[in-house]
């Protein structure tokens, strides 16, 4: 069996069913290799502390949305109609800089555990990665590990009935369950990627057992949103009839790609985004200072590179990217509706004055799938479509900030936090804005506080890691939180570290910025150079946390399987000895073909011809690539030019055209043996530029064309697709 790459696009895109049966497979497994296991329910409790649930105790309930921007929902400034989010906030209290860890899994597993993501084992995604000797790496596993507690078993300690819905994802398949790791109920989907039973990936366990996609409880059809929403009101039934305060987590998949709402839900918004994203963006922002969210001296950050002015766009166009948006409001309207289903059941019920609610984002907006996005399917937003907002609208999820999910940059890592407690936080602060930074670490600080558990130094006979986070209560009602410790981040070589109002951050590979979060949380201001000692000691904290919390080797294992990284011997992807096609030197590739490591050209040390003939329809876009992040070329398009780029581990040379390229054209591009490379275009003569040599050994993503597979080897984020056709691609490599 080959690896199972968790990672965004390729577990949605290029190997969902093979993903499907081999979550089924592996579990089916580990419930045959237990014989007897029984729902979590009745499995007994570890005595950690705690007690039963007295009267003061608060319910809590943590709603987390997925993939959702920083200002998508009304009370943050955004245009959609969240109106049972607005009212939450109006009697609550809003976090203003509250932070996740930019990406769905690690986020998931430090909310989940209290801990920075790499301590739980969930650094990147659900790989397990190998260093140089060969040995896993601790921060880089296929699952939370066990040096850690989830809120669902210190809560469960602590005598509360505790229950999840929605998309798990912290290592379903290799064994790591919400039944084993502390619920008492779940209806949980693995990883998500679906909203309808029609869904490929469609896959449900209801306390542990498959019901695939519409087995009996579950109704003939659903949406997810509003599954999550009913069974989290069953499970509270459950959690009364049992006399205990309950712990919540309903983590939503709205609104993840596959974008995918009912037809209603859609054809609401459709025209309304023909406002485009440049006014959208300042109709946000403008709201963000009304609202006193953020502050006026903040610069709305300009329209990021690639993203074309909304005016300079055929009315075709608009009327695509406005189908794109309709289907994302929607997405985030129906989550809005059920979780106002969700207060009222609690209101329903008499435990919403005790609740404490939690409303969050695990990432900023997501530029996955470039400036085009994605439209595809027979009917756009239904079951089994493709739909991807894209980067220029995930501009606009994450007004006023820069940069998107997978960053550190503000836009990555930014959410909206709202906190409603009407029975614990003062009527006076109802509506209020908070300005304390917070992080998903401080959740399960919290949940101890206010559940009166004891946060365990060894579980089930493993010493657990202490938390990080602290609780907080006291900002609920304007007051000091006594945070110690900086906050860090690392994902995919970004990495940040804040401290009080100073925020240092570092794209991979690049050199650190500075900026003053109180002046310019837009980030606009790049500090490092007037304030060098600053920039120093930031740093250096930063490389304690690194060295301590499972972040080193940085991005080693992310390099080639070349230099053995990948540790895998392994047949297939990511082999140490993968040497690409044995013995062929030409390949005549088609739009979306994708090739593994051992099919691809093996360039390791080689020179290469590529010709292709294409139209282009848009100003980005992959004609072809081969390769990851440390290694690989790539041949696109990128702000209208055509783009040769290589990239030799640190080394990088970008080839591009002056000119810019649009239509139905011929190119040759090349790499000689000496390193020169090459651009010609419709048989004239070719611009060339000096490079210090071919790549040296076989990238580890095997080549894509029309998109990039994997980790992009260009500039660009994503897949980043290639709109337009592509007639012929051919890969000559030099004998
Ligand atoms: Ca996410
Ligand atoms: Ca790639």
């Known amino acids: 069996m080959s690896r199972v790459q968790l990672s965004s696009m390729n577990v949605l895109h290029r190997t969902r069913e093979a993903l499907s049966q081999i979550v089924g497979v592996s579990l089916l497994a580990g419930l045959m290799a237990v014989p007897g296991i029984k729902p979590a329910s009745a499995q007994t409790n570890p005595p950690v502390g705690g007690g039963a649930a007295t ?91 066990d040096q850690c507690v989830t809120l669902g078993e210190v809560m469960r300690s602590a005598g509360y009935f505790t229950a999840m819905t929605g998309k798990w994802h912290v290592g379903q398949a290799a064994g790591v369950v919400p039944w084993k790791r502390g619920f008492d109920r779940s209806l949980n989907a693995p990883a998500g990627g679906f909203y309808f039973p029609e869904g490929t990936k469609a896959s449900l366990f209801l306390n542990g057992k498959n019901l695939h996609q519409t087995d009996a409880p579950l109704p003939k059809q659903w949406y997810s949103t509003d599954l999550w929403t009913d069974y989290g009101l069953k499970f509270v039934d459950e959690a009364k009839q049992a006399k205990k305060p309950f712990f919540l987590y309903v983590a939503e998949n709205a609104p993840h790609f596959p974008l995918q709402a009912p037809a209603a839900d859609i054809a609401r918004w459709r025209g309304k985004y023909k406002a485009g994203w440049d006014k959208l963006r300042q109709a946000r922002y403008e709201r963000q200072i009304q609202m006193g969210l953020i502050d006026k001296k903040w610069p709305l950050s300009p329209r990021q590179p690639g993203v074309p002015a909304w005016d300079s766009l055929t009315p075709q166009q608009q009327d695509r990217y406005d189908n794109i948006m309709a289907i994302y409001a929607a997405v985030v309207e129906h989550m809005d509706t059920a979780v106002g289903r969700l207060i009222d059941g609690l209101k329903q019920r008499g435990e919403l004055d005790n609740t404490l609610i939690l409303f969050l984002s695990d990432n900023g907006g997501n530029a996955e799938a470039g400036v085009p996005g994605r439209l595809e399917g027979a ?103 006594g945070r110690k410790q900086p906050l860090f981040w690392e994902h995919e070589e970004n990495r940040a570290v804040r401290e009080g109002e100073w925020k240092l951050v570092a794209l991979r590979g690049e050199p650190w910025r500075l900026y003053n979060m109180t002046n310019d949380r837009s980030e606009q201001h790049d500090l490092a150079a007037q304030q060098p000692e600053r920039v120093k000691a930031l740093a250096a904290k930063w490389d304690v946390y690194a060295a301590r919390a ?124 000496d390193g020169t490379m090459s651009l010609a275009l419709d048989g004239q003569a070719p611009i060339t530029v000096n490079s210090p040599g071919v790549i040296k050994a076989l990238p580890k993503d095997g080549v894509s064309v029309g998109f990039d597979q994997g980790d992009p080897v260009g500039n660009y984020t994503g897949e980043n697709p290639f709109s337009g056709t592509i007639d012929s691609l051919t890969i000559d490599i030099d004998k």
């Open 379 to 481: 009917s756009p937003g239904g079951p089994n479509s493709t739909v991807f907002v894209g980067q220029c609208w995930a501009t606009l999820n994450n007004t006023p900030l820069v940069r998107y999910k997978h960053y550190t940059d503000e836009g990555g890592i930014s959410t909206p936090l709202i906190a409603h407690w009407p029975k614990g936080i003062a009527k006076a602060r109802d509506g209020k804005f908070e300005k304390q930074p917070g992080h998903l670490i401080d959740i399960m600080a919290t949940c101890v506080d206010l559940g009166k558990a004891k946060y365990p130094t060894t579980f089930n006979g493993n010493t657990i890691k202490p938390m990080e986070g602290v609780s907080l209560l006291p900002a609920f009602n304007g007051k000091d939180i």
């Open 550 to 673: 499972n972040v080193l080797p940085l991005g080693g294992w992310r390099a080639e399987n070349g230099g053995g990284k990948k540790g895998g011997k392994k047949a297939g992807a990511g082999g140490a000895n993968a040497q690409g096609a044995k013995g062929k030197t030409h390949f005549d590739l088609k739009k979306g073909s994708s090739l593994s490591v051992d099919e691809s050209p093996a360039i390791g040390g080689r020179g290469f011809t590529i010709t292709a003939k294409f139209n282009a329809d848009s100003p980005s876009g992959v004609l072809v690539a081969q390769g990851g992040v440390a290694r690989g070329y790539a041949l696109y398009l990128k702000e209208g030019k055509l783009t040769f780029f290589v990239h030799r581990q640190q080394i990088k040379t970008e080839l591009a055209t002056p000119q810019t390229v649009t239509g139905a054209h011929t190119v040759v591009a090349k790499i000689a043996a």
């Open 55 to 145: 009267a003061n105790r608060p319910n809590i309930v943590v709603i987390m949305a997925d993939d959702m921007g920083f200002s998508d929902i009304g009370c943050y400034g955004g245009e959609i109609k969240t109106p049972n989010l607005d009212k939450l906030a109006q009697g609550g209290v809003r976090f203003t800089q509250f932070y996740n860890t930019a990406r769905c899994c690690p986020t998931r597993a430090s909310l989940l555990t209290g801990l920075y993501p790499h301590e739980a084992g969930v650094g990147h995604m659900l790989n397990r990665e190998v260093g140089d000797d060969g040995k896993p790496l601790a921060g880089y596993t296929e699952g939370l590990n």
